[in-house]
């Protein structure tokens, strides 16, 4: 069944009409009869002691009917997907504004809200760690017990010192990156449900369930199995709800009282609690020789995690691995920190670690090419790597790469092709336009070192439809259209025969989480897999019922038919004649499927998740205009150009790739959380920039496939790297409309302007 139909279609996506139409509901529209409401208390400093929790007279308040503190936490008392660090209910220390001292549940939100005003807490402060460079000093105070520096990681390859020595061109910079907003439009919510049994069901938008259900069950200290996680559909997540959230706060609540509990987070608690991106500061030494090879990079890169570790370890690796970009060095040496500060929260984001490290490096590739008088998207593709290159780390490129192939179609595209026309048209006097380039490689998967599977269900329903079940969370992103166009074309059936099943714990088997870029190539190759097996199954049942040997059954569009059998025989059975077949003779007409991800050649010892096999590609162009007055960049046209393999639904990816620059241009214009000891100061969207419609440039995809043989249809993944090098291709923009380089985003008027007043 190699014969694609439905994949490469622009299929539109299986959940749109629901969503445009209001009838989807999300978690935050959930209720149930009998229904509590559930509050959480967070701190009140950045960083305490807790001496005394008194929660008398909340208990006391009419219509509350529960007060949990860390005392009632009847398992583990902490979560985190790699070191458990972060309190489910803190007993003696505060890190955060955001740390949860204690849950009510209360029959109205309002009730709810009140008693947490009653709940009486005594606090000891603490010094307030609040600059990474100085808590990884020994005089700093403690945010953890054993020390502020969670993760370390360094990695040296070849003569260093001496690439530099022979250097015809050194550029060293120091580049800072803000803490950006994950901005989803549904808030951290949900509602949990308990039985007469005691079985929990947990409606809440996250992108991994079975590993929410795990988190949940060593908190409550109950057996898994008795644990229900339902995560589709969220209502947007962007790897700010791939940590818990407000899970282990329902079932807690639900177990105490017997009732259903909701709870949404305001913007503001959503704000102060929830996940950010690492901001970073990023020290970047890069050498090239006069030729334009590359030769030789040196970076270090300071992370801000916050108060617990969450993916921060992980970050800073892909950050580290991504530092050197799409690019031939053959001398490396790079270091990387992940600390703990008392500046809110950061974790997994779009991206996770590369944005940061990309802008820097891009800036560093633009300032070396205009150095040796070399048109930059030449000096890129001059040093790009291509297959079975040696990577920065080490690794061989044995799997598709797809750079050469975007710089080309960049090199074709009309604000490249036409920059010098379309920089010499500016809207007034005082404004100046400039086109930037920006290209990179983003891993896709967990990497070497750590589990890396999916698994899928197939079950031919009784009406001669496919049931598929994948884990992996419809967030936004569209992966369930992709799974039903890839199960469609290995069944030999309709889009519209396909019920997607995802996100659900008890109906699904694991396949991960929906992060890294992962869940279109391990979902689909798990889809395969199952889909053969659902084929030998569907052909016993065909050769028995037409009284024809198994070889000789077919499959085609729709059901199966016998290659050649006597004149006036059956020839053909359709799918629903299968299932009503099956099911007279009580058959479960259902198949699994498996698939383990195939890592690099080599991994990093000590290093877990680097490096990775498959990347997905891209290089992003933008056009911009400045006001040389106001120090305003106002995004015009942008072009971009991905490497998804095989693209399944170009419509998808098309989408993925407007919302990405959109996001990346937020990321090097407008976003940045103010955290000022440990005191946040952007709490909601009036004082926290996001793009709006308005701001959005008019955006040109242009899909370059270059098939990944390991893939599903030759499918690798692209929901990340749409977002990142849109980024340094904006700040290299301004840098050629104005001459002033950007080195600390966002690139805001107020800095933009100051900048320019310097270089005046």
């Known amino acids: 069944m190699d014969e694609s139909r439905w994949v490469g279609a622009r299929v539109a996506r299986i959940d749109a009409e629901d969503k445009v139409t209001g009838r989807l509901k999300f978690m935050s529209d959930l209720s149930f009869p009998d229904m509590l409401w559930g509050a959480v208390l967070r701190s009140a400093y950045p960083h305490a002691l807790i001496k005394k929790i008194d929660t008398s007279k909340a208990e006391a308040m009419d219509g509350v009917v529960a007060v949990l503190t860390h005392r009632d936490v009847p398992g583990l008392n902490g979560f985190g997907i790699v070191v458990p660090d972060q309190p489910v209910l803190c007993a003696d220390k505060v890190r955060y504004m955001g740390d949860a001292v204690a ?85 951290e919510s949900g509602v949990a449900t308990i039985d007469e049994d005691g079985n929990i069901t947990v409606w809440c ?114 950050a580290i691995e991504h530092s050197c970009g799409v690019y031939r060095m053959p001398n490396v040496r790079l270091e990387g920190f992940c600390v703990y500060t008392n500046n809110g929260l950061a974790g997994a984001f779009r991206g996770f670690g590369a944005n940061q490290v990309v802008f820097a490096l891009e800036t560093q590739i633009d300032m070396i090419a205009e150095r040796l008088g070399m048109d930059k998207l030449e000096f890129r593709r001059k040093n790009a790597l291509r297959q079975g290159d040696v990577a920065a780390l080490g690794h061989t490129m044995t799997a598709s790469v797809g750079t050469i192939a975007t710089l080309d179609a960049a090199s074709r595209c009309e604000i490249w092709a036409r920059r010098e026309e379309l920089k010499a048209m500016p809207s007034a006097p005082h404004k100046k336009r400039g086109i930037g380039i920006a290209t990179e490689l983003h891993g896709c998967g967990l990497g070497v070192g750590l589990p890396d599977y999916g698994a899928a269900t197939i079950e031919l329903l009784p009406g001669g439809r496919f049931a598929v079940g994948v884990s992996c969370p419809e967030i936004g992103q569209g992966n369930t259209t992709a799974f ?78 016998v290659r050649s059998c006597p004149a006036g025989a059956a020839r053909r059975l359709s799918y629903r004649e299968i299932a009503r077949i099956g099911e007279g003779k009580g058959r479960h007409l259902k198949a699994e499927g498996d698939f383990i991800w195939p890592v690099a050649d080599r991994g990093l010892e000590g290093y877990f998740g680097l490096p990775h096999l498959i990347y997905s590609y891209i290089t992003q162009v933008a056009l911009v205009e400045v006001d040389t007055l106001t120090g305003e960049v106002e995004v015009l046209r942008a072009v971009s150009i991905p490497d998804p393999g095989r693209a399944i639904n170009p419509a998808g990816i098309e989408a993925q790739s407007e919302g990405g620059v959109v996001m990346g241009m937020g990321y090097a214009l407008m976003e940045d959380t103010v955290i000022e000891h440990g005191i946040t100061k952007t709490p909601n969207f009036s004082t926290y920039i996001i793009p709006t419609a308005l701001d959005a440039p008019e955006i040109e995809t242009i899909i370059v496939e270059e098939p990944e043989p390991s893939g599903p249809f030759g499918a690798k993944g692209i929901g990340e790297a749409v977002c990142v090098p849109i980024t340094p291709a904006i700040t290299n923009a301004i840098h050629d409309a104005t001459g002033v380089w950007i080195t600390h985003i966002p690139a805001t008027a107020e800095r933009v302007y100051m900048a320019l007043k310097e270089h005046a």
């Open 103 to 187: 849950l009510v549940a209360a029959t109205t939100k309002e009730g709810a809200r009140e008693a947490l005003q009653a709940i009486d807490v005594e606090y000891e402060p603490l010094p307030v760690v609040d600059d990474p460079e100085e808590a990884m000093l020994e005089s700093s105070p403690r945010v953890h017990a054993d020390g502020n520096i969670h993760h370390h990681i360094k990695v040296e390859r070849g003569d260093v010192d001496a690439a530099f020595r022979d250097a015809a061109v050194v550029v060293e910079n120091t580049y800072y990156t803000p803490r950006q907003m994950h901005a989803f439009m549904e808030t």
């Open 205 to 318: 938008g996250s992108q991994h369930p079975f590993r929410d259900q795990l988190q949940i069950a060593r908190a409550l200290g109950m057996n898994p199995r008795k644990i229900q996680v339902v995560s589709t559909p969220a209502g947007g997540a962007f790897g700010g709800k791939d940590e818990i959230t407000v899970q282990i706060y329902l079932a807690l609540l639900a177990l105490r009282t017997g009732r259903p509990v909701k709870i949404v987070l305001s913007r503001e608690e959503s704000v102060v609690a929830g996940m950010k991106r690492h901001p970073m500061k990023i020290r970047m030494k890069t050498a090239a020789a006069a030729d334009g090879t590359l030769l030789a990079n040196e970076v270090r890169v300071v992370g801000d995690t916050g108060a617990y570790a969450s993916l921060g370890g992980p970050v800073v690796n892909l």
């Open 484 to 561: 039903a166009q890839m199960a469609a074309d290995s069944l030999g059936c309709s889009v519209g025969d396909i019920v997607m099943v995802s996100g659900d714990s008890r109906h699904t088997l694991d396949s991960g989480t929906s992060t890294a870029s992962r869940s279109v190539y391990t979902g689909g190759n798990a889809i395969r897999s199952a889909a053969a097996r659902m084929r030998e199954i569907l052909a016993d049942v065909a050769a028995e019922a037409l009284g024809a040997a198994r070889e000789e059954i077919a499959f085609g569009r729709g059901g199966v038919e």
